[in-house]
């Protein structure tokens, strides 16, 4: 692979990342997420791994 093919690669990558914190930061100021507490923290992360299993965007 070529280093600007490598480039070129990162700054889609860089993009997508930006564009993914600009939306949650967007459902923040709109109020849409959940305040975990400290001790229901792995519950909550086994629950969306669970959805994430289940909807086939994670392998497991």
């Known amino acids: 692979m070529s280093m600007q093919s490598r480039d070129g690669e990162d700054a889609v990558r860089l993009a997508t990342l930006r564009a993914a914190v600009e939306l949650g930061w967007a459902d923040v100021a709109a109020g849409r997420y959940v305040d975990v507490g400290d001790s229901d923290l792995d519950d ?16 497991g």
């Open 44 to 59: 909550a992360t086994a629950y969306i791994r669970a959805r994430a299993v289940a909807d086939g965007r994670s392998p």
